[in-house]
Structures are given as C-alpha cells and as structure tokens.
C-alpha cells in the first residue's frame, strides 16, 4: 500500500497552495464582510486549469486525477472557502456531470467553455440546481416542472441556495416532467442564463461562504430545447444522485481544508501568545485540542483520499464519499470552534481568521446532502 502522491499530484498541491496565499489571503476578510464574490480570484483559477481539473484535455479541461483535486480544493479551503465553493461546483457537478452523461454535441458548446472557465475572455462558470423551497434533502419533491411542448420543454418554478447563481452563465437544472412518474419522472436540463424567462433572485445574506454568490433562480415559460436535455428521458434523478456522489467528496475536502486552516492558525498562535508565564502551546490543555485537532484532520483527510481513489478506479464510491463528507464536515465545524477557543478573545475578531472560519464550517454539514442525509446513505449501505 502506497501512501506517496505522485510528482504532479504534488505539483497541483504546491500550485494551490501558492495561489491561496497570494491571491487568496489578500482581501479575504474585505470580501468576506461586503460579500464580494471573488471573480478575480476565480479568474486565475481558470489560468491555471483548476476550473476544469478533472476534464479530459481533449475538453479543454486539466485532465487531472480526483486526488489531484482532493489535493488542491484542501489548499485553498484553508484559506478562503468561497472561492473554493465557486471552485468545487464547476469541477464536481458542472463539469462532471456533462463529461460523464452528455453527448458530444452539449459537451463541445458547454463543457470545454466551463472547463476553462472563461468564453470569448469573460468569466463562464456553471451552477448546479436542485434545491427548491420544498425540496432540498427530499430530491423527489421536485416543485419546478418542465412541460414536453414536442420540439421543446417549457421550464416553469424556483430554485433555492444556487452557488454561482448569478455569477454562473450555464445552469444544469433537475425537475419534473411526468409526476405519476415519481423519481422516474424527472428531467434534467442545460439551460443558459440570458435566455427569456430566466430571473435571477435576490442574493442571500448568509451566515458563512459570504463571498460567494448564492441566489435563488426563478423559471417563467422558459423554452428549453430537446437537444438540452441530458440523458434519456426520466433520467435526471439518476443524473443528480451521481453528480452529488462526486460532489460530496468536493465539500469534503472543502471541510477538511478549513479545519486544516484552523488548526494552522491554532497551532501558529500557541507559539506566540504567553499566559502564566510561557507559550499556551506549553499548556497540556492546549496541546490536547491540538492533538485531537490534528487526529481528526488526519483522518478527514485519509477518507477523502480513499474516496477519490475509488473515483478514479470506476469503482463505486457513494459510502466512502458520504463517510467523507460527513466526517470531514463535522470535524471542520468541532476543529473551528476549538479555534476560535485557543485564540480566546483574539479568535472573537475577524482579524485572526478563525471567527470566519467557524462561521464557513457550518454549511459544509448542510449543502450536497446534510450530516443527517450521509447517515441515511451510509446505514443503508451498510445495512443491506
């Protein structure tokens, strides 16, 4: 068994790493106190390949591993987590979805766009819409119905908690076109922002991730044209269930790089700040939250690798990822408090970071399937 990553994994890893502490660092806690979603930053990912890592080159994509992308969401978690949410949405339901279950004729005019992230040299990212006011945990309950006119689908309804809502030119929408159906009867679709009838919603004023953009996205009499479905007919809660299978271990890693982030500072400040007359980190009580911090971290961190390897083997991965995500998620939001806890009063201020960091933690036990969501997946899985 082999634990090393390979030259280039490393070199992914190292180029991330570079990338959150120069471009990322600076301005993150501006952007994070006015909302500004960080199109800059999300720009120079998309130089650097990293909007499309896991696309095949032929797409226009990096044409990199899941552990390469593992490797790299970690890096720049650690530092800013709305650009990596911005960052995981592309590559894990985006660009994923449209490699794996697409025809060539949608892959050539949406997935090598989305892959380099840039059309015409403007931003050209993808957003992932599933969620609606009644249907988030529940998928079935798909609200937004997509009518088979014959030539066309009218796409009417509203759509909640969209990451790049606004920011996003291409939405993969899920919803219902034959109810009798159930699961069965579910559609999804490539629909682009500017056609008519497509409205973008207020933003929300969110506890965490304040950077990036999340909207709702409201649906009236929009044509969606055949040739924009994705798959056979009644294949889009298929397509979904999939899509968030790899996106979980996205999230994951985007936990583990901010309890990896936390832990960091913590370890940093222990150093620094006296208290009875020697370093805190000299204090047992401090050195058994780093301890535990860095147990947890470690094993986050194994669930996520041994999830991505089982990607990329084309074996099924659904219960890893989920164990993933679930592990990782709590872990980021336990080694978040636990830091702001070691910094005291300094981890109260938005200056030392971890404030922030614990407020990110937080969505990663809710979006792409709740902590409560993993579990359901994971007894069952285990359990049959």
Same mark, same amino acid.
């Not at 996003?168 to 579910?186: C, E, F, M, N």
């Given at each position: 068994m082999d634990f090393s990553f390979s030259e280039e994994q490393l070199m992914i890893q190292q180029a991330a790493r570079d990338f959150a502490v120069n471009e990322c660092l600076p301005g993150v806690i501006e952007r994070d106190e006015l909302q500004k979603f960080p199109k800059t930053q999300i720009e120079k990912l998309a130089d650097l390949g990293m909007m499309g890592l896991m696309v095949k080159q032929e797409y226009g994509g990096a044409g990199m591993d899941t552990i390469s992308y593992v490797l790299a969401m970690e890096e720049i978690s650690k530092v800013d987590a709305s650009v990596s949410v911005c960052m995981s949405v592309n590559n894990s339901l985006v660009c994923y979805g449209l490699q794996e279950f697409c025809t060539e004729e949608q892959k050539q005019k949406y997935l090598v766009p989305l892959a380099q992230g840039k059309k015409d040299g403007e931003l050209y990212i993808g957003a992932f819409l599933l969620s609606e006011p009644e249907a988030g945990s529940d998928a079935t309950s798909q609200r937004t119905t997509a009518e088979d006119m014959g030539d066309y689908y009218l796409l009417n309804? *509203?759509? =909640?908690?969209? *990451? =790049?809502?606004?920011?996003?030119? !291409?939405?993969?929408?899920?919803?219902? *076109?034959?109810?009798?159906?159930?699961?069965? /009867?579910?559609? &999804?679709?490539?629909?682009? #922002?500017?056609?008519?009838?497509?409205? !973008? /919603? &207020? #933003?929300?004023n969110k506890l965490g991730i304040r950077g990036s953009d999340t909207h709702s996205i409201l649906f009236n009499d929009v044509k969606v044209p055949k040739e924009n479905r994705i798959g056979r007919e009644g294949f889009g809660f298929t397509f979904a269930m999939k899509t968030l299978a790899g996106g979980r271990i996205g999230i994951a890693s985007q936990a583990l790089g901010i309890a990896s982030g936390a832990y960091d500072l913590s370890i940093k400040y222990s150093k620094e700040r006296k208290a009875f007359g020697k370093e805190i980190m000299h204090h047992q009580a401090i050195q058994f939250k780093l301890a535990d911090m860095a147990t947890r971290i470690e094993a986050a961190r194994f669930l996520c690798i041994k999830a991505a390897w089982e990607k990329d083997q084309k074996m099924d991965y659904a219960l890893s990822s989920s164990m993933a995500k679930v592990f990782a998620s709590e872990t980021a939001m336990w080694t978040a408090t636990e830091a702001v806890q070691i910094h005291g009063g300094y981890g109260f201020v938005k200056e030392y970071h971890v404030e922030r960091m614990m407020r990110d933690a937080k969505i990663t036990q809710i979006y792409e399937g709740t902590s409560e969501v993993q579990r359901i997946v994971i007894g069952r899985s285990i359990l049959k």
């Open positions: 309804g *509203t759509k =909640n908690w969209i *990451t =790049n809502g606004n920011s996003a030119s !291409v939405y993969l929408v899920i919803a219902q *076109t034959d109810p009798s159906k159930g699961s069965h /009867g579910i559609n &999804a679709f490539i629909v682009e #922002k500017n056609w008519p009838g497509v409205q !973008v /919603g &207020a #933003k929300e």
